[in-house]
């Protein structure tokens, strides 16, 4: 087992990027954003400047990459207020369909569902959620005026992103094409894999992680001939989170804009190839 290294003062963690190579001019202020920020976490937006050798390319300056951090951050607050627009939407979707397909707690029976479904897991999910909500006005409620049944339109909820993509994945195949075809205009595989890029892409901005220069186990259908380093970097996120939202209109004015306009904020210290983005990406991101 290796021995954990020991703690560093913030003077020794400067110490450490300048002979790793980092050009740092500014050392209160260096010691200001690792104050704010952690060594650890920073260090992340060194990657795409490292060498095998572990040290940092010539020229890497601090102040890009906190400038590539800062970028990141606004990135996926923006990103994140997108998401949430798909959430709700998703939510009020599915809970609309299931209830006049299987009436109001038909997401109880498991023969509702495809063979690959694991009913127990999924509701010990749902269970879990009651409870950590279980001091939600709604949710009291239908505890105690309804013996804990909830309806489809209530459950949904408390639903994660992810559950809402188990859950569609687990429909019948005619559920996922009467849905499929009725929200986007598409087919149950692509569906399927936008949900499950954006649930990659939700959790990574939930939990303030590092969107730049990252790879994403997803791949997002219908999009055959993208790059593979645009597929597996945000930039394929970013295109299956542009097929779900719900409203043209509003992602062009506003994400999509807002997108252009902190690319162009940051142009001087972003490599757009470190999170895919294509010559052409601005047409692509349009709706």
């Not at 954990?4 to 954003?33: A, H, N, W």
């Not at 694991?118 to 505890?143: D, P």
């Not at 804990?148 to 559920?175: K, N, R």
């Not at 542009?242 to 807002?258: A, F, G, M, Q, R």
């Amino acid at each position: 087992m290796i021995q954990l290294k020991p703690p560093t003062t913030y003077s020794q963690q400067v110490q450490k990027m300048r002979s790793r190579g980092c050009i740092i001019t500014d050392e209160p202020f260096c010691i200001k954003v690792l104050s704010q920020i952690n060594y650890y976490r920073l260090t992340a937006y060194f990657l795409p400047f490292r060498k095998s050798d572990g040290n940092y390319l010539p020229g890497t300056d601090f102040n890009t990459i906190y400038q590539i951090y800062e970028f990141d951050r606004h990135l996926r607050n923006l990103l994140f207020a997108a998401i949430e627009e798909v959430e709700i939407y998703l939510r009020a979707e599915f809970a609309y369909y299931h209830a006049h397909r299987y009436g109001a707690t038909g997401y109880i029976d498991s023969a509702n569902y495809n063979n690959r479904h694991n009913h127990s897991i999924f509701m010990g999910r749902i269970s879990t959620e009651i409870g950590q909500n279980s001091n939600a006005l709604f949710v009291k409620h239908h505890l105690n005026n309804y013996g804990g049944q909830f309806p489809i339109w209530v459950i949904t909820e408390l639903f994660t992103f992810g559950m809402l993509s188990y859950f569609y994945a687990d429909m019948l195949t005619a559920d996922q094409k009467n849905l499929a075809r009725k929200m986007y205009s598409t087919i149950p595989k692509n569906l399927g894999s936008w949900l499950r890029c954006c649930t990659d892409l939700r959790n990574i901005c939930a939990h303030y992680g590092r969107l730049y220069f990252r790879r994403f186990a997803a791949i997002p259908a219908f999009f055959p001939s993208l790059p593979p380093n645009s597929a597996r970097r945000l930039f394929g996120a970013v295109l299956a989170l542009k097929e779900l939202y719900p409203d043209v209109n509003k992602w062009n004015s506003k994400t999509y804009s807002d997108l252009v306009n902190l690319v162009g904020s940051y142009s001087h210290a972003i490599n757009l190839g470190h999170i895919g983005f294509p010559a052409d990406w601005k047409s692509k991101l349009m709706k």
